[in-house]
Structures are given as C-alpha cells and as structure tokens.
C-alpha cells in the first residue's frame, strides 16, 4: 500500500477543518485575507520604499492594506509610483474576492441558522409551563382554554413538542386562535418518544404535561409508548402530573401502568358512552358538561375553609354568596360529592365550590331568605318503561346497549335501525331491553319512515366512524333533518340526542332542533385540560361520571318549585337540600336551542328573583 503523501494529508486535513461548517470557513478566509495584508504591505515596503515611507512603513502599510482590501473604494485616492499603485490595486484585487466571499459565507451562515431556529430544534427556557406532547385537533381546544384560564396570571406559556413543521403549527395556532393575550405558544419540532427532542420542552420544570393522541389508525398505541417514554425518564425531586386518554377502553389498564402513580389517564371510549346514554335520559346534559369542564363559565375549586369547621356539609350550601358547594375533599385525598347532609366538615377539609372564578369566591354573612310558599312537595314520578329507537352503528355501539339496560326499567324496548348486519346475532345479555333490529339507511327518509318513529320517546343517532369526520357530521346532519320533520308532522315529540364530531358543526345542526348534542372530542380535551391545570380534580370528576355515586340530573323544576310561582336560588337550593341533593342551576326550555348557553344556568345569583316554568328544568347532583 503507498503511503500518503504530505500533499494528502493537508488536502484531508483541510478537508476536516471545512466540514465544520460556517466557523471554519470564516476562520480560513480570515486567514488568507491575514495573507494577503502582510504579503502585500512587506511587497510595497521592499519595492517601493519611498512611498512605504511616505505612508508609515511597515505598520502603517499594513493598515491601509487593509483598508483597500474591505473598501475598493479607497484606491481611488491613491497616488505614488506605478509600482505603489500596482500593488495597492492588486491588493485590492484580492479583497475583492476574499470578502464577497466572506459575506457569502457569513449569509449563508446566517440563514442556516434562522431556518434551524424555524425547525424549532432549540430547547425553551421555562418554569411552570405547560407541554403538550402531540398534535391533533385537540390542540386548538386545549390551547384555547388554558388562555382562559391563565388570563389573570402575569405571564404563562404553552409548550407543544410534535413532529410537525414549527412554522406551520405557529400559523395553524395564529389562524384558529388569533391573539394569545398573555399566553405565549411555543412550538418545537421532534419526536416524544425521544429522550433528546423530549428535553427542548424542558418537560423538568414544567406545570403539568399533556398527551395528545394523533390523527392515526391506533392513536394509543402512541399515547402508551410515549407515557413509557416519560415514565423512564430521570426526574429528580420534581415530577409534574401527566394526563392523556385513551380511545379504547382495553387498552385503559396497559395505559395507566406505562404511567405509573403520576400519570392520570382518561378513558374517553367510556366518558363518551356515559355521556351519550345520560344524555337520551335527560336532554342538556352534554351542554351542562361542557358549562363545567370549559374555562369560560364555571369551573371546580378546592377551597380551605377553617370558619365552616364542625358545620354540617347541608348548612354550608348557603354560606357563599358567590358560589355552591358540591362536595367535599379530606386530608387523605378522598372526594366525597354530594355527601349526606349531615356530614361533618373537618378543619382540614378543603370545600370543592362551583364558581366562575376563584377570584369571586367568598363566604356570607346574610344567606338569602327561603321562600316556603314557593317550594313545592310534588312527589317525582316513578321511571316507566320505554321504547328507544337507535339510528346507525359505531364501534361505541355495544357499550351503549349494555348501559342503557343498566338503566332501563324492566320492559323497556330497544330498536336499531342501521345499514350493517344484525348486531343481535352477537352473544349480549339484556336484563330489562328487548332489542330489535332494522336494516336502515340513516339519510334514506323512504327507510326512516318505515320505522314508526312517533312511537319512540327516545333516539339516539349515533355518528358513522366508518366516515371522515366531516362527512360523517353531514350525514348525521341529514338524518336529524329527516327526523325532526317526521316528528314535526307527527305531533308527537320525542327527544333526540346525536353525535357530533366536530364542535364547528354544532351551530350548523341547530336548525334541526335536536335536544341534545354529545360532542365527546371535545369535552375530553376540555377535561384533560382541567386536569393540566389541577389534577385533584380527577377525583371529582370521576365521582360525577361514576353511575354508582351522585351524577348530574336534570329533574322536573316542578319537583322543587311550584311552576310560575315566585321565588329565588336559594329556596331551589334548600328543595333540593331537603331531597339529599345539591342544586348546581336551572336550565330553561323555551331556551333549549338558542346558543351560546342553551338555556343553561349554572351557579345563578341566590338572591335574584326567579320563576321557574313546569317545562324548566333544575341541575342538580343526586343518587339514583
């Protein structure tokens, strides 16, 4: 084998030093033009001695050569001998090409450093901040409501890490979210599931860390792998809470243990089922939700309250002026809601209040009077049996059966009507249901007339996952159309509950004056977001969507007040007091469809004047 030559071993040697990017080549130009001065100025001294006298000799040569070589211009303003000025335009030359070179490389330099800064490839200086780990649709809803609910905060910050374009998740961000107001977005680009593009979010020092499940055919299998990823990460002393949810509730148990203890993971295939089957019961339910889960009605605060110490959980529900208690949370993390009224509140309870800020909350020295006259002795009906036709078919659907047989009085009827194979050819075991089953077209009015809707109390359409959101949407769209004018020519109404994928297309589906909305997307990232912002409300909402302890219930306001009769919040409150439950608000029918509240009232002032129609309902929490 030859052995390399010295003229080899330079060329790689240079070859080494220009691999190292923008540095190395401003250090070589810096060199050559170092060169060039000294070349030039020792010529100009050795062939033109006069002139080099004339002009400083050797140092103040090499200052004007330097001056010739970054400014062609000053040559212009030489004079001397032909020999001075040969040289000085020669070096002038030779600037020339060393520093266009020079500004080539420094631009190139610069702009490959501002699109390293667009790729979002440096790591964020922040504390208390919140990451999102992700993107999907979910993020608009989530971003959008942790600005709410930083508004009275000096400054905070989100921090979203996706394998996305940083540019374009900024633009997306601009464009359905506009002004942040103090809450600045921050974008970077990698992958969650490695350990180096997880640190650019500087996930150490965060608030709280949110998964978001992405836009593909088994979105938890990424949420479990990137909890794994977390969970073998080196925190220190300090671990913010993480929250996600997963899609499918088989896949709920793996989740929680790729988690571990910090992690608070949601099953939004379960949330999404309770919500749909609560809502055929009582219409307003999901509206009610979303009230409670967004930031910009009323929320859950925790609240240390020593002056109510050795009260009783009944006679605190009238001791704020602003705000209702709807339950309980002890020194050892246990979440009672709506505990018997004669619980006693400990020293170290903190009081879990419905409010519209933390801000407002505070206690009273006069409670509002009761109105006696006003309240209403009117003994709830008994629940009868009845008949519940269910329009399309989704992967939710079997779920939904076997919850409504839960809650179904024995002898109630179910049918399906939906355009796959009879589901009743699959082995289920139905208490209180007799299912039946019609091959249908949901968007076929000749198919839905077939059906005798008129003699259903309840339907329930459910949306095609078959479809693409936006399609299935328009699909649910027509059928509801169809329905509600089956219904409008029958005169026998019945309540309509219906999925919707997209919240967008919620004010659209108004015109079909469906009773009730369930749009499950969003009131999990609602959740999730509540979570971020403080995860021991976990307990409490896990409380209200559990079917074995007190739930939300939209009753009769006949129950509680006398119809037209008037009267005030507080004497619901106390109607309610006197049943074992809490009253959260009212919801108004006349007011069923007109957005943004849909008739929903929730923590109303005590104190005003109130009248309550037979139609209206109140908002309580109770057991059944």
């Not at 409380?543 to 009769?565: M, V, W």
């Not at 109130?610 to 908002?619: C, E, F, G, Y």
């Amino acid at each position: 084998m030859a052995q390399a030559r010295w003229r080899d071993r330079a060329r790689y040697a240079f070859d080494n030093t220009m691999s190292r990017g923008t540095p190395a080549l401003i250090g070589w130009l810096g060199l050559a033009s170092a060169i060039l001065i000294v070349v030039f100025a020792s010529l100009t001294v050795a062939l033109a001695p006069a002139d080099a006298r004339h002009n400083g000799h050797w140092p103040g040569m090499l200052w004007r050569t330097l001056m010739r070589a970054i400014d062609p211009g000053t040559v212009a303003g030489d004079t001397g001998t032909p020999m001075f000025l040969g040289l000085m335009l020669a070096v002038t030359v030779g600037g020339i090409f060393i520093v266009s070179a020079l500004i080539g490389v420094l631009t190139t330099g610069l702009e490959a450093r501002i699109a390293d800064l667009r790729k979002g490839h440096s790591k964020i200086i922040e504390r208390n901040h919140t990451v999102l780990l992700g993107w999907s649709d979910q993020v608009f809803t989530v971003v959008s409501e942790l600005v709410k609910a930083n508004q009275s905060e000096r400054r905070s910050c989100v921090a979203i890490l996706a394998d996305q374009d940083k540019v374009d998740m900024e633009e997306a961000i601009r464009h359905r979210l506009g002004d942040t107001g103090k809450t600045r977005v921050v974008c970077r680009r990698g992958d969650p599931l490695k350990p180096a593009d997880l640190e650019l979010v500087s996930p150490g020092t965060a608030r709280s860390i949110m998964v978001l499940a992405p836009l593909a055919d088994d979105p938890d299998i990424h949420v479990i792998k990137v909890l794994l990823s977390l969970g073998a990460r080196e925190w220190g002393a300090h671990r913010p809470p993480v929250v996600a949810a997963v899609t499918d509730s088989a896949n709920l148990p793996a989740a929680r243990l790729a988690g571990g203890p910090a992690a608070h993971v949601v099953d939004a295939d379960d949330i999404g089922v309770r919500l749909v089957v609560q809502s055929h019961r009582q219409s307003g339910l999901s509206t009610v939700c979303t009230d409670l889960l967004d930031f910009s009605g009323n929320e859950f605060y925790l609240r240390s309250e020593p002056s109510l110490a050795g009260r009783t959980y009944g006679d605190a529900l009238d001791a704020y002026e602003l705000g209702i208690p709807i339950g309980l949370r002890r020194a050892d993390g246990a979440v009672l809601v709506n505990p018997p009224m004669d619980t006693v509140i400990q020293a170290d309870d903190e009081i879990i209040v419905l409010a519209e800020d933390d801000l407002l909350i505070r206690l009273t020295d006069d409670p509002p009077p009761v109105v006696a006259e006003a309240l209403s002795t009117t003994e709830p009906q008994p629940a009868k049996p009845a008949r519940t036709l269910l329009v399309g078919w989704n992967h939710r659907a079997p779920k939904i059966i076997s919850l409504l047989d839960a809650f179904a009085q024995p002898g109630s009827v179910l049918d399906i009507a939906a355009p796959q194979d009879d589901p009743r050819e699959q082995p289920a075991v139905l208490q209180n249901l007799t299912m039946g089953f019609t091959r249908c077209d949901p968007t076929d009015r000749a198919a839905l007339e077939t059906l005798d809707v008129g003699s259903y109390q309840h339907v329930i359409v459910l949306s095609d996952d078959t479809c693409e959101p936006q399609h299935a949407d328009a699909r649910t769209l027509v059928t509801l159309l169809h329905l509600r004018d089956m219904e409008e020519r029958i005169g026998d109404p019945y309540s309509i509950v219906t999925e919707i994928n997209d919240e967008g297309n919620r004010e659209v589906a108004q015109v079909t004056k469906a009773d009730d909305f369930v749009v499950s997307a969003r009131l999990i990232s609602l959740l999730l977001t509540q979570l971020t912002e403080n995860h021991h409300l976990r307990e409490v909402f896990a409380n209200l969507l559990d079917p074995t302890g007190s739930e939300i219930y939209l009753k009769p306001a006949g129950d509680y007040l006398l119809p037209g009769a008037s009267a005030n919040f507080a004497t619901v409150v106390e109607a309610a007091r006197r049943r074992g439950q809490t009253a959260l608000g009212y919801r108004r029918r006349d007011e069923f469809h007109r957005p943004p509240g849909y008739g929903v009232v929730l923590n109303p002032d005590k104190a005003a004047p109130l009248t309550l129609s037979a139609d209206d309902r109140v908002i309580v929490l109770a057991e059944e």
